[in-house]
């Protein structure tokens, strides 16, 4: 099936930094989501992309939508302790009846106060 | 607003044991989705169902049965639990529209397999 490489696998950051994360897929999707896990519950959407080459932001979120449609990247700037959590990419193909998603595997964010 | 809930929260079993987790969502969506959470794999799909009455294998389906006997539940079982099986479950859910479409996540269900 589809697979999704998500890096880094983790990141451990002062707080104030700036982060920087990334997924590649073997295939082409026409969306891409980037999702927030915090401990103990379930993944909450942060940005979803529609078309390749956009940029959308949310708060201190940017995320963008490769232009090769492959690969996507999601930036947090001015980290602050509430940026902990799981991070992770999602990706849905054409002619995807049902509304699949492939995931990445996940970033995890530590932020040292 | 609800939106997707899960029930057990938390859940222990026995090898061999079996149980039913509940997904109840209140947002009228069409599809539903069950998946499992593994350190380091992300998520994968274990079944999904497009409508009432309908259900599809997903990516690791082996082990689990659904059922959709109601458009706003989706129920996940495992006849007869294994150790493999020890993770977190998550339910999703996702409404009927065309291009924009997102899936919404309930907290997750938290198994052990003894």
């Known amino acids: 099936g589809q697979q999704l490489n998500q890096s880094p696998q983790s990141m451990f950051i002062q707080e104030g930094e700036d982060v920087s994360m990334n997924c590649t897929s073997s295939s082409i999707f026409n969306t891409w989501l980037w999702y927030k896990q915090d401990p103990g519950e379930g993944p909450v959407l942060l940005i979803a992309l529609y078309k390749a080459g956009e940029l959308t932001s949310n708060g201190r979120l940017t995320a963008q939508f490769g232009i090769t449609r492959k690969d996507s990247f999601l930036n947090i700037s001015a980290s602050i302790p509430s940026d902990v959590g799981i991070y992770f990419c999602a990706g849905m193909g054409n002619n995807n009846a049902g509304n699949m998603l492939t995931f990445g595997g996940g970033t995890r964010l530590m932020v040292k106060p | 607003n609800a939106g997707v809930t899960q029930t057990p929260k938390f859940r222990v079993l026995k090898t061999g044991q079996s149980m039913t987790l509940l997904c109840a969502q209140d947002m009228n969506h069409e599809y539903m989705y069950w998946y499992r959470q593994d350190p380091g794999m992300g998520l994968r799909l274990i079944h999904y169902?497009?409508?009432?009455?309908?259900?599809a294998k997903g990516e690791v389906p082996d082990g689990y049965n659904v059922s959709r006997l109601k458009k706003q539940n989706f129920l996940l079982g495992l006849e007869s639990a294994a150790p493999s099986q020890t993770s977190v479950y998550f339910c999703?859910?996702?409404?009927?529209?065309?291009?924009?479409?997102?899936?919404?996540f309930g907290a997750g269900t938290r198994l052990s397999v003894l």
């Open positions: 999703a859910s996702s409404p009927l529209t065309g291009g924009r479409n997102i899936q919404y």
């Open positions: 169902s497009v409508g009432e009455g309908t259900t």
